[in-house]
């Protein structure tokens, strides 16, 4: 190719191959380059080792318990063991399970497997209070294995945990897991007082009522009445900030009451007092799938048929015999297994369905006559 004054100017094809070989002598001196800080790098490896494999056992472990505490679920700790085999061999620690958080251990019932039983067995024989609680009462009413779900519940109980105090008191209310004469209202008086001593809300109002019915215990009105409204008092300033001037309101309002009412104890709902119902334990919630995924979430409770369930949909607790649980003595549709199930229900719900029996009755011969 000329220009108008003569000069001339080499083809494409030319161009390209100029431009290719440099291309392909780059591209040469970049993998040779790479190859290089591979070989260095590698050296170095072997040279210097990692440093998390210089960190001892003891820092490791220390900060694996500080994420146990702190764990919101239980695979934010499994995440972390199954990154390396250090990691799971120091995870398995008992520091470290010892110290796991309720939320680390709240397995759920659809992901219930062997490997979850043994985490759970794991961290309760490390002298995890939580996890004995929550295997306990997994063993004793979902896999109903009475004998060592009520021995890690008293292992719980012993290190003054106060769920598994109420649970124990209401096992010895029913008899639950033997017969009706295996019934201890006097052991589960003392447990349920040792609990309310902790500020067990459930445990305060079982044991109120059983004072002011003089049930497993010699009656007295006053001292129940006395317990029933430290159960509200608490049940109100769980939900308030400490601080805030309602929790003092609430605080002024037990020391009114102290002596107190007329009549009995109503709950904070009949004064137009709406308090929002507690959070669940896991250890309920996990009772509550497990017999939904078996379709045991009506009237009809597992194993046997006639078994039923606590009406309380936060509960989870069914039967361990036929007719073990109470039913209200109004409308007669409803069954409990403790009064504090029993008021929490009323609260939420029952409140508003209960009906006297009579009424169905009139209302069926009603129907009858139309007919």
Same mark, same amino acid.
């Given at each position: 190719?000329?220009?108008?004054?003569?000069?001339?100017?080499?083809? /494409?094809?030319?161009?390209?191959?100029?431009?290719?070989?440099?291309?392909?002598?780059?591209?040469?001196?970049?993998?040779?380059?790479?190859?290089?800080?591979?070989?260095?790098?590698?050296?170095?490896?072997?040279?210097?080792?990692?440093?998390? %494999?210089? /960190?001892?056992?003891?820092?490791?472990?220390?900060?694996?318990?500080?994420? &146990?505490?702190?764990?919101?679920?239980?695979? %934010?700790?499994?995440?972390?063991?199954?990154?390396?085999?250090? =990691?799971? !061999?120091?995870?398995?620690?008992?520091? +470290?399970?010892?110290?796991?958080?309720?939320? &680390?251990?709240?397995?759920?019932?659809?992901?219930?497997?062997?490997?979850?039983?043994?985490?759970?067995?794991?961290?309760?024989?490390?002298?995890?209070?939580?996890?004995?609680?929550?295997?306990?009462?997994?063993?004793?009413?979902? =896999?109903?294995?009475?004998?060592?779900?009520?021995?890690?519940?008293? !292992?719980?109980?012993?290190?003054?945990?106060?769920?598994?105090?109420?649970?124990?008191?209401?096992?010895?209310?029913?008899?639950?897991?033997?017969?009706?004469?295996?019934?201890?209202?006097?052991?589960?008086?003392?447990?349920? #007082?040792?609990?309310?001593?902790?500020?067990?809300?459930?445990?305060?109002?079982?044991?109120?009522?059983?004072?002011?019915?003089?049930?497993? +215990?010699?009656?007295?009105?006053?001292?129940?009445?006395?317990?029933?409204?430290?159960?509200?008092?608490?049940? /109100?300033?769980?939900?308030?900030?400490?601080?805030?001037? #309602?929790?003092?309101?609430?605080?002024?309002?037990?020391?009114?009451?102290?002596?107190?009412?007329?009549?009995?104890?109503?709950? =904070?709902?009949?004064?137009?007092?709406?308090?929002?119902?507690?959070?669940?334990?896991?250890?309920?919630?996990?009772?509550?799938?497990?017999?939904?995924?078996?379709?045991?979430?009506?009237?009809?409770?597992?194993?046997?048929?006639?078994?039923?369930?606590?009406?309380?949909?936060?509960?989870?607790?069914?039967?361990?015999?036929?007719?073990?649980?109470?039913?209200?003595?109004?409308?007669?549709?409803?069954?409990?297994? &403790?009064?504090?199930?029993?008021?929490?229900?009323?609260? /939420?719900?029952?409140?508003?369905?209960?009906?006297?029996?009579?009424?169905?009755?009139?209302?069926?011969?009603?129907?009858?006559?139309?007919?």
């Amino acid at each position: 190719m000329r220009t108008r004054r003569g000069l001339c100017y080499p083809g /494409l094809p030319q161009w390209e191959a100029q431009w290719r070989a440099v291309d392909d002598e780059q591209a040469g001196r970049t993998r040779k380059r790479r190859r290089r800080l591979h070989r260095v790098g590698r050296r170095a490896a072997a040279e210097w080792p990692d440093l998390f %494999d210089t /960190l001892p056992d003891d820092l490791v472990v220390s900060i694996l318990s500080k994420l &146990s505490t702190s764990a919101a679920s239980p695979s %934010d700790l499994a995440s972390v063991r199954i990154t390396c085999k250090r =990691l799971n !061999r120091l995870g398995s620690s008992p520091l +470290v399970l010892a110290t796991a958080s309720v939320k &680390s251990l709240a397995v759920g019932a659809r992901n219930w497997t062997e490997s979850a039983h043994r985490f759970l067995k794991q961290c309760a024989d490390a002298g995890n209070l939580e996890a004995c609680y929550m295997l306990g009462m997994i063993r004793f009413y979902c =896999l109903e294995s009475r004998g060592s779900g009520a021995a890690l519940m008293a !292992r719980a109980a012993m290190g003054s945990h106060a769920a598994a105090l109420y649970s124990l008191a209401v096992i010895q209310f029913n008899g639950s897991g033997g017969s009706k004469r295996d019934k201890d209202l006097g052991a589960g008086v003392a447990l349920c #007082a040792r609990a309310a001593v902790l500020g067990h809300v459930d445990a305060l109002r079982e044991l109120g009522h059983c004072l002011q019915d003089g049930y497993g +215990v010699r009656r007295n009105v006053a001292e129940g009445r006395r317990f029933l409204i430290q159960a509200n008092a608490r049940e /109100l300033a769980a939900v308030l900030n400490p601080s805030s001037p #309602a929790a003092a309101a609430a605080t002024a309002w037990q020391h009114h009451h102290r002596d107190g009412l007329a009549s009995g104890c109503s709950l =904070l709902s009949d004064f137009g007092c709406n308090v929002p119902a507690p959070e669940a334990h896991p250890a309920n919630r996990f009772m509550v799938e497990w017999f939904a995924s078996r379709g045991g979430a009506g009237e009809s409770g597992p194993g046997e048929e006639g078994l039923r369930f606590c009406s309380h949909g936060g509960c989870g607790r069914a039967e361990t015999r036929r007719h073990e649980f109470r039913r209200c003595s109004v409308c007669g549709v409803v069954n409990y297994c &403790s009064r504090a199930c029993q008021a929490l229900h009323w609260k /939420l719900a029952h409140k508003a369905e209960c009906a006297p029996m009579e009424r169905w009755l009139d209302a069926a011969g009603g129907a009858e006559m139309m007919n």
